[in-house]
């Protein structure tokens, strides 16, 4: 019962893998991604409150993981179901497309139960290595041409963080003669006078600062989510987001609390560098994808805010707005493959008077940016409130007034887009159609995004829970 989730992940996997072999069974591998994802949230739910390790203590269920295993689940879910016509991948390698992205998948699920670095090492190859394949599947009719490009730099950049990250993990087997988290961690607590020991957890960080594109391991951000298909960059942007925050978690704990000024400093830097980067890159974009690429290296900094407290409050405050940072960007995503007709890359342009030609996009696109932006009362504002007040009760005052500014700063660019949906005349701009999924997807997206905005004390229960447990 404590690997059936991940055998049914598996076993659907083999499924997609045989559907592929087939000609033009697009369709089928589309409703089984469904159907997998949708079991696999199921069996996490029903196996939520058990608890035990797996394969000599490298794998572990419990409540923090079967958590993160259904946030991811359903992601896939929603990024298969609003981008489900795959405009821009061409209809031979659909079938691959979605095996891939269930791979990616299982590579997290895996990743959110490992509890030995080795294990965490080839999880995260496994999530990686699919993602590297599906940036170059765009089709080329699309007149898009920089997939390529935008596949060799994530590649190039990930073999880079992978490099460090397993210099780190070397450092930490040469410390301490082991790869398992819990040993480790009670090893490391003893070694405060070593500096090795900070070099070996900040090279091991590096690996997970690249997935969450934080500054200065961001650098593919941009060129991977503006030459990517839509699909793709929807979900490179919201789903492994999610195991890395969770595997952050377990990593930062790593850190000697009795030392961890080294850490808080180095957080913190990190934090003010990437959101001030990511919010003043993105106030020059007008390719709606790589303002959201700059835009996320901006909400990657708020998540390190979360984490420089160090205590249990601070990560499951991280934790909740990771998840309402990727509704807010599913419902972005939403519009984005409503409006591009081939797949192409939409531009603040392509929004002109969609107020008119697509109500209802419009205001999902008003809710997503005024809750990126941290307009109350939606799940955005929430997050930052409670990030920026469990900083400054830390103690990080200098910390919370540039996460103040930069929210500031953030404001300008996303209600540009909202200015210009709801205030320019379309011109010869033609009516947007949409889907009986989308205006479902796109309900739900809003609901969500509104109702842990107002009450967020459901989510944050849950998540204090998550971090309790793995504390």
Request: hydrophobic fraction near 60%.
């Given at each position: 019962m404590l690997f059936l989730p991940e055998l049914f992940l598996l076993g659907g996997s083999l499924i997609l893998f045989f559907i592929t072999l087939g000609d033009e069974k697009g369709a089928l591998a589309k409703n089984v991604t469904i159907a997998i994802g949708l079991g696999m949230a199921l069996l996490c739910y029903m196996s939520i409150d058990k608890q035990g390790t797996l394969f000599y203590t490298a794998y572990k269920v419990d409540y923090f993981s079967q958590f993160f295993k259904i946030i991811i689940s359903?992601?896939?879910?929603?990024?298969?179901?609003?981008?489900?016509?795959?405009?821009?991948?061409?209809?031979?390698?659909?079938?691959?497309y979605y095996l891939f992205m269930t791979l990616?998948?299982?590579?997290?699920?895996?990743?959110?139960?490992?509890?030995?670095?080795?294990?965490?090492?080839?999880?995260?190859?496994?999530?990686?290595?699919a993602l590297y394949l599906m940036v170059p599947m765009r089709d080329d009719a699309t007149g898009e041409i920089k997939q390529m490009e935008a596949a060799i730099k994530y590649i190039m950049f990930g073999v880079l963080s992978t490099g460090a990250m397993l210099f780190g993990t070397s450092y930490v087997y040469g410390l301490t003669g082991s790869t398992?988290?819990?040993?480790?961690?009670?090893?490391?607590?003893?070694?405060?006078?070593?500096?090795?020991?900070?070099?070996?957890?900040?090279?091991?960080?590096?690996?997970?600062?690249?997935?969450?594109?934080?500054?200065?391991?961001?650098?593919?951000v941009p060129d991977v989510y503006e030459g990517a298909a839509n699909?793709?960059?929807?979900?490179?942007?919201?789903?492994?987001?999610?195991?890395?925050?969770?595997?952050?978690?377990?990593?930062?704990?790593?850190?000697?609390?009795?030392?961890?000024?080294?850490?808080?400093?180095?957080?913190?830097?990190?934090?003010?560098?990437?959101?001030?980067?990511?919010?003043?890159?993105?106030?020059?974009?007008?390719?709606?994808?790589?303002?959201?690429?700059?835009?996320?290296?901006?909400?990657?900094?708020?998540?390190l805010v979360g984490m420089v407290t160090l205590d249990e409050l601070g990560f499951a405050r991280a934790m909740y707005y990771i998840i309402g940072y990727v509704l807010m960007n599913l419902a972005c995503f939403l519009v984005i493959c409503a409006v591009s007709q081939k797949g192409e890359n939409v531009s603040r342009d392509d929004l002109k008077g969609l107020y008119k030609r697509a109500p209802f996009l419009a205001l999902v696109l008003l809710v997503s940016m005024f809750a990126m932006a941290g307009i109350p009362p939606f799940v955005g504002f929430a997050g930052k409130f409670m990030l920026l007040i469990g900083a400054l009760k830390a103690g990080h005052l200098v910390l919370v007034i540039l996460a103040a500014i930069n929210t500031a700063i953030a404001i300008y660019y996303y209600l540009s887009v909202v200015r210009v949906a709801f205030t320019s005349d379309p011109g010869d701009r033609p009516d947007?159609?949409?889907?009986?999924?989308?205006?479902?997807?796109?309900?739900?997206?809003?609901?969500?995004?509104?109702?842990?905005?107002?009450?967020?004390?459901?989510?944050?229960?849950?998540?204090?829970?998550?971090?309790?447990?793995?504390m």
């Open positions: 359903l992601g896939l879910v929603a990024v298969v179901i609003l981008t489900s016509d795959m405009k821009g991948i061409n209809a031979k390698v659909k079938p691959e990616s998948c299982l590579g997290l699920v895996f990743l959110v139960s490992a509890n030995e670095l080795i294990t965490i090492f080839i999880s995260l190859e496994l999530s990686s290595y398992s988290l819990p040993e480790v961690v009670m090893a490391l607590s003893s070694m405060s006078d070593n500096p090795i020991s900070y070099l070996a957890v900040f090279l091991i960080l590096i690996g997970f600062f690249y997935k969450l594109a934080i500054f200065p391991f961001h650098f593919w699909a793709t960059t929807a979900f490179i942007a919201t789903v492994p987001k999610v195991g890395a925050v969770a595997i952050m978690v377990k990593i930062v704990l790593m850190a000697n609390p009795n030392g961890a000024d080294w850490l808080i400093l180095m957080l913190s830097i990190a934090a003010v560098s990437s959101m001030f980067y990511g919010n003043l890159s993105a106030l020059v974009q007008t390719d709606i994808k790589r303002m959201l690429g700059f835009s996320g290296i901006a909400h990657a900094g708020f998540i947007v159609e949409v889907r009986g999924s989308m205006w479902a997807m796109g309900l739900v997206l809003m609901a969500l995004i509104l109702y842990l905005g107002v009450a967020p004390d459901t989510l944050m229960a849950i998540t204090q829970k998550a971090v309790q447990v793995v």
